[in-house]
């Protein structure tokens, strides 16, 4: 089972990662958003997996998962989103501005275009 | 309490002045002349004390934390330099009345003056060694205003730049090595750090610490081979350089080495290094003073000659010697400020300081020309004035010191060459402007000053007399209250006297005056030899310097930092790689201890379904619609994961998350390019697949090492204390509105903060609307479904509800406000989407930004409340309440501060959402419905 999570953390951390090396805002914000989702699983396993025993104190309850990175993980969730809206805004605000949805530099191309 | 007044007068002194204008002069000079006179009477009434050898005190904590008290003393060191610098200082204020024009602000000038002043009396007052390097650094602040007072002159400017970088760069140096001074004695208190001399001077880092203090000294003091910001500070207003250049700035870096004389001076290196940077400067500057035809730059370089000379007399191994240096410093102060207000009075009243054009100037200024010549002569050293007694002490200590054994003979010759061009300098600044013919083409016709400038003069001028010919009654026993403090051993019994009978030093004296005059005599030749070499401009090379620095810094920063943010993530993730990579090496093997748990079919399908689409997201991207589909996916799946996992919480939360993200990214979407073009090199991908591979690859042996390891946690202190502490049996959101409520608060304001940023990014965004989809189709005109709307509008009160619910059960069952606030949002965007922006925003008619910053205000009040019951920030206090029908419920505080996460959450992601959705309409942001909006 361990093996089989960190294999999909692994796998969605890797697609994240060339996605966000694309050169297109649309793509990178893509993702940075895949990638964060391989970073809060990731965050989340360091408090081991468990198996129905969700952090609720009760009087039944034998064993609990570890409420600290689950409530890490929460606020992550939220501020990921937050920096997914803000980046997606951005790229189209760049767009709308200058006329490209490049996420490099236009300073390279003029001086390119000049020599 | 005198002690902190004597600096705090001057420094409400620098405001006085700002009260006057310039056209009540008198007033304005008098008023900003009160503080600091008031300063020097609380000075001279301690005079007797210091004399007697107390040395008064004064400690209060500042920033104990780095040792930095606001600590003060006033031994005779003190009270040597506080005389030079209140008394001269009042005596410029007197003079830069009269030679300011009217179109210069006096008010700022006066201020500027001050400020400076108090930054003097601060380090020579300083009873510690941070402290004294606070003043220290305002010194160079303040000087740069004041030679830069002329803004509107270039080389103003320049020159004040070129100080400040140069002295500001020695004030750094300064203080590392005082911190390293700090760390040798182990406190910054002075009187402690003279007191172990012997502690530093065997450690290992006296050298560095030595070089760094005398590189500060040295910098202020204009010594070779930092000489050079001096004669371009001449930029500055007279009054300003004879304040400067005579008692102050550049005698604060003698100060210094005279301040840590007792606990730096007494090595070899100390020997060396201060003797000979003096020495080789007097000479140097003494030469290019004979050479310059402006007036203050002759007595520009001058003053880095003799500054030259008390530097080398600080250096030598004589105890004699410091003192003939601190006399030194009392007669330079004097006839040298004379001279600068000489200099300042003839460009005054002939409007040239140009020795080749002034001529027979004591026709015109007879009362100017006496008194010039007086504090001339005692620059040059002639005998019964003061310049002659400390020159005579140079002398003769000079001849018996140990320093570069068999060629020892060396010093006394080039401290006599150095006396010799003192000589023929001084003479040429008399004989070519006050004698002579009459000049006639002056750009004014030259008159007497009036009276109160003259009498600054003839003050100095006078004391110029007085010290030469009663030594003993006038300043003996200074000297020797400053000396007990700069010498740690018995001091030397002082014998100050004109006439010491024939011996080798008055020789000396005479071979210099006798020379000296020689030498004045043909200096034509001497001209004519130095046009010879290339003419230097240290300005010119100082800016030519700075720029190339600029040049070469701009060029690498490019070459890092070139604009394409794809090159800086290949940065990262090399660095990434490199750091785990290498931390990963170090583990014996990957899988660690712990028993791994078995696999089931539901987990290998799920599995199997979250790596396709993640694949599937990266492999499609250039078709964006298909990509962001399977995102939706892998969210979802995601989701799932938590919810297999044991964390209800966070599978609501990735779930309601997962429909906003998904709901943002295809409006975005509708104004971007439908698809990505192809313009990726093939080497470009394999370079970002290999990349990415070995990324993952690390990721997966991280997590699975780690996943196989033991756990240790801290979170058994709040499964234990959620119920007793916290008052909720939800323990995750416990830690999320009481444990660490703190983060959570940050947190919510992050999201308003980056709600609101996207609300102005959207403000005024001109974006093209495109009316068909990239496959040519036109979008459909049926922009609101029967079904869909019929459904959302049944389905709000109902969301709201469970909302409401999930809120309200948070605080023991899975929910609270992250997720009540997410499925509010999620259940009103439904309603735009149905019924289109239009419709919503009608019935909708509240603004979300108050929501969000409301959320974030309920919030903040509630950690505050608790201060009001004595409790730390974001206490929570909990208790049970019956309520009739309902039964016994529980109440916290924490719920308060629940209902601000909660408010936050639905205003921000409402107003990222719905802005972005009215971009689609007619009702697009605009500067009109900006101001309707707010």
């Known amino acids: 089972m361990e093996a089989l999570f960190s294999t999909v953390t692994g796998f969605l951390a890797a697609s994240g990662l060339y996605l966000a090396l694309r050169g297109r805002t649309f793509p990178v914000v893509v993702g940075l958003t895949l990638l964060s989702y391989a970073v809060n699983l990731f965050l989340f396993s360091t408090g081991g997996l468990t198996t129905n025993g969700a952090a609720v104190v009760g009087d039944d309850a034998t064993r609990y998962a570890d409420p600290l990175p689950q409530a890490l993980v929460l606020t992550a969730i939220v501020i990921g989103f937050a920096m997914t809206a803000f980046s997606v805004i951005l790229a189209m605000r760049v767009r709308g501005d200058l006329g490209s949805d490049q996420v490099n530099d236009q300073r390279e191309e003029s001086k390119e275009e000049k020599s | 309490m005198a002690l902190p007044l004597i600096v705090l007068l001057p420094l409400l002194g620098s405001l006085v002045p700002l009260l006057g204008n310039n056209r009540q002069r008198n007033i304005l000079t008098g008023m900003t002349a009160l503080l600091p006179a008031i300063a020097l009477g609380l000075v001279l009434i301690h005079v007797p004390d210091v004399l007697a050898g107390d040395v008064p005190r004064f400690a209060m904590h500042w920033v104990p934390q780095l040792g930095l008290d606001f600590a003060l003393r006033l031994d005779g060191l003190s009270l040597l330099f506080l005389l030079l610098i209140l008394g001269i200082g009042l005596l410029i204020i007197l003079y830069a009345r009269y030679y300011l024009s009217a179109e210069d602000s006096m008010p700022r000038f006066y201020s500027y003056m001050m400020l400076f002043m108090t930054s003097m009396i601060g380090i020579v007052m300083a009873d510690n060694l941070l402290l004294l390097w606070v003043f220290w650094e305002l010194t160079s602040l303040s000087s740069f205003l004041l030679i830069g007072y002329w803004y509107h002159q270039s080389e103003a400017r320049r020159g004040a730049r070129m100080a400040l970088t140069v002295t500001g760069m020695g004030g750094l140096a300064l203080l590392a090595g005082f911190l390293l001074i700090g760390d040798i004695v182990g406190t910054f208190d002075l009187q402690t750090v003279l007191d172990s001399r012997d502690l530093i001077l065997a450690d290992p880092r006296y050298l560095p610490a030595l070089l760094l203090v005398l590189l500060g000294a040295f910098t202020k003091s204009a010594q070779f081979p930092f000489h050079f910001w001096l004669p371009h500070a001449m930029a500055a207003p007279t009054p300003v350089s004879a304040f400067l250049h005579s008692a102050t700035m550049v005698k604060a870096g003698v100060f210094l080495l005279a301040r840590m004389h007792p606990a730096l001076a007494g090595s070899q290196l100390w020997l060396y290094i201060v003797t000979l940077t003096g020495l080789v400067t007097m000479i140097y500057a003494a030469y290019f003073a004979l050479l310059k035809y402006d007036l203050k730059g002759v007595l520009a370089f001058s003053t880095v000659s003799h500054l030259g000379l008390i530097t080398m007399l600080f250096g030598l191994d004589s105890k004699l010697a410091v003192v003939a240096g601190l006399f030194h410093i009392i007669n330079h102060a004097t006839f040298k400020a004379a001279l600068f207000m000489s200099a300042g009075i003839i460009d005054h009243e002939s409007g040239t300081r140009d020795i080749r054009k002034l001529s027979g100037l004591r026709h015109y200024m007879p009362v100017t020309a006496g008194l010039a010549l007086l504090a001339a002569a005692s620059m040059a050293g002639v005998p019964l004035l003061n310049g002659f007694l400390s020159k005579e002490m140079m002398l003769t200590e000079t001849l018996d010191t140990g320093i570069l054994g068999g060629l020892a003979w060396l010093i006394p010759v080039l401290a006599t060459i150095g006396s010799l061009l003192s000589v023929a300098y001084s003479l040429r600044y008399v004989r070519n402007v006050f004698f002579g013919p009459k000049a006639e083409d002056l750009p004014q016709t030259p008159h007497e000053a009036p009276f109160f400038m003259r009498l600054p003069m003839m003050v100095l001028v006078a004391l110029c007399i007085v010290i030469g010919l009663l030594p003993a009654l006038s300043v003996t026993g200074l000297l020797d209250a400053a000396a007990q403090v700069t010498l740690l051993s018995p001091r030397p019994e002082l014998h100050l006297a004109i006439w010491h009978g024939f011996n080798l030093p008055l020789l000396m004296s005479a071979v210099a005056l006798a020379g000296g005059i020689g030498l004045y005599c043909v200096r034509r030749k001497l001209f004519s030899f130095h046009r010879q070499f290339p003419q230097r401009n240290a300005l010119m090379n100082f800016e030519f310097n700075v720029r190339r620095v600029q040049t070469w810094t701009q060029t690498t920063i490019d070459r890092l930092e070139n604009g394409s943010l794809q090159r800086y993530m290949l ?364």
């Open chain 2, 571 to 934: 940065w990262l993730i090399v660095a990434v790689l490199f750091l785990t990579g290498s931390g990963l090496l170090d583990l014996t093997q990957l899988t660690g201890s712990e028993p791994t748990q078995p696999l089931d079919g539901l987990l290998i399908v799920g599995g199997v379904i979250t790596i396709l689409a993640g694949l599937g997201t990266a492999v499609l991207h250039r078709r964006r619609l298909v990509s962001l589909v399977m995102l939706s996916v892998v969210g979802l799946m995601v989701s799932l994961a938590f919810a297999r996992f044991s964390a209800p919480d966070l599978a609501l939360t990735q779930l309601a998350v997962e429909v906003v993200t998904v709901i943002l990214l295809m409006l975005a979407l509708f104004f971007l390019p439908q698809r990505t073009p192809k313009e990726s090199t093939g080497a470009r991908i394999v370079r970002d697949v290999l990349l990415a591979a070995g990324f993952g690859g690390i990721v997966t042996s991280l997590n699975y090492a780690l996943l196989t390891r033991p756990l240790d946690s801290i979170s058994g202190f709040f499964l234990d204390n959620s119920v007793s502490g916290g008052g909720g049996h939800n323990v995750v959101n416990v830690i999320l509105v009481d444990f660490r409520g703190f983060d959570t608060l940050g947190e919510i304001t992050v999201l308003c903060i980056a709600a609101i940023g996207i609300f102005k990014l959207l403000n005024r965004l001109r974006l093209f609307m495109p009316s068909s989809d990239s496959e040519g189709r036109p979008w459909s005109k049926d922009l609101h479904p029967m079904l869909l709307g019929t459904v959302s509008q049944t389905l709000l009160p109902l969301a709201l509800l469970v909302s409401v619910f999930i809120f309200l059960r948070g605080h023991n069952e899975p929910g609270g406000g992250f997720i009540a606030g997410l499925v509010t949002a999620v259940a009103l965007i439904l309603l735009y989407i149905a019924r289109g922006v239009d419709w919503a925003q009608a019935r909708l008619s509240f603004h979300y930004q108050p929501i969000a910053v409301s959320g974030v205000t309920i919030a903040t009040f509630t950690g505050l409340g608790s201060w009001l019951f004595g409790h730390n920030f974001l206490t929570s206090a909990f208790g049970h309440f019956a309520i009739p029908y309902i039964g016994e419920i529980e109440l916290a505080t924490a719920m308060l501060f629940d209902l601000g996460v909660y408010l936050t959450v639905v205003g921000a992601t409402l107003m990222i959402l719905a802005n972005l959705g009215k971009l689609t309409t007619p009702h697009r942001p605009s500067k009109e419905n900006d101001k309707e909006a707010l």
